[in-house]
């Protein structure tokens, strides 16, 4: 089942989740962790890229590095799922090929 | 380390492998050669400037099997091909080619 | 030796001096090549900076790796897909890029270009294709 993509980065430092984005295939799970799960709160300059990608993709963030920046669940954008590390093994397994966005 | 040419120093790694490229000459490569217990022929030199032209144009020493492959199009299979080349450079065609060439180890090598 | 060969994919997206990403990439390529497998490069976003010409490093005191890329034919890396966007965001063409080429042996030693333009449709068709994804 399609690609896992991971982005590390702040969407606001780079073009990376945008670029990640764009590449994106049917299936795919795109899973925000590090600096990157800043991509996965509303009301920002890319929250509509994400929001674009409707559910042919499915958006992911790691609640731990979530906590950690003091990201609030309720500021998340919508249909961004939070998982632990154990969603993230899963995520990796259920998938065909990892790619990692650096 | 180093290797001394008519007086003058070059130095090399723990492995003999010079440490500033642009200090090689034929003397030297005649000195290293000597260290590796190899008798420098034509078809020694041969190779050995054909991975100093291969480091000039593409910035790498070839893998090994880059080098006899290329040998083998340009001297023939005589030449070109693993047994002879091992003969030629008994500690590796292109480890031990690279060291007389003056060249790093290639990439690779461990 | 190997019974099964898996299609990796490289994916190049940095430019070549500020990081040490593109180097490394292509030191993992050639040394990779060793293994026989289905090894084909990707150059997209600022990565289709490390394929221009005329790179010049004399005065940064860095090698002048893009020469290296030339190189790849002779490991059997002749796969090297090009974004066409990522070329066109920062004012590109394939005229600003490096002629990098290899030799077919199946069709008599003909030169033949490494390079393949293709679009950001056809190159996530491309990673979705893939055994390995590495990114550099």
């Keep these: 089942m399609g690609t896992l993509h991971t982005v590390n980065k702040s969407p606001f430092q780079n073009q990376t989740l945008l670029s990640c984005l764009g590449h994106t295939h049917e299936g795919d799970a795109v899973l925000m962790i590090e600096d990157g799960v800043y991509g996965a709160v509303t009301g920002t300059a890319i929250s509509e890229a994400l929001s674009k990608m409707g559910s042919d993709v499915s958006l992911y963030v790691l609640g731990a590095d979530l906590a950690a920046r003091g990201i609030d669940a309720g500021r998340m954008a919508e249909g961004v799922i939070s998982v632990d590390y154990e969603g993230f093994v899963d995520l990796s397994a259920t998938h065909d090929r990892v790619q990692n966005w650096l | 380390m180093a290797y001394d040419v008519n007086g003058t120093t070059v130095e090399h790694d723990e492995e003999g492998y010079i440490t500033n490229l642009s200090e090689w000459s034929r003397e030297l490569a005649d000195i290293i050669a000597a260290a590796e217990e190899v008798e420098m022929g034509e078809e020694h030199w041969a190779v050995v400037n054909f991975l100093r032209d291969y480091y000039e144009e593409y910035q790498i020493a070839p893998a090994v099997r880059v080098l006899i492959k290329s040998i083998k199009k340009s001297m023939g299979p005589e030449v070109g091909n693993n047994k002879y080349m091992y003969e030629l450079f008994p500690y590796g065609p292109a480890k031990q080619a690279c060291k007389i060439a003056g060249l790093p180890k290639p990439t690779g090598c461990v | ?136």
């Design chain 3, 1 to 136: 030796m190997s019974e099964t060969i898996k299609k990796f994919l490289y994916v190049n997206r940095k430019a070549p001096y500020g990081t040490i990403y593109a180097q490394e990439s292509l030191e993992v390529v050639l040394i990779g090549a060793a293994f026989d497998q289905d090894v084909s490069l990707a150059f997209l976003d600022d990565g289709v900076f490390q394929l221009t010409k005329g790179q010049d490093t004399k005065e940064i005191g860095l090698k002048n790796f893009s020469a290296t890329y030339r190189a790849l034919g002779d490991y059997e890396v002749t796969k090297l897909y090009v974004e066409k966007e990522s070329l066109e965001e920062r004012g590109l063409t394939l005229d600003d890029l490096q002629n990098i080429e290899y030799e077919d042996e199946d069709d008599d030693y003909a030169e033949k270009s490494s390079i393949r333009l293709i679009s950001r449709a056809e190159m996530a068709e491309v990673m979705a294709d893939q055994d390995v994804v590495l990114s550099f």
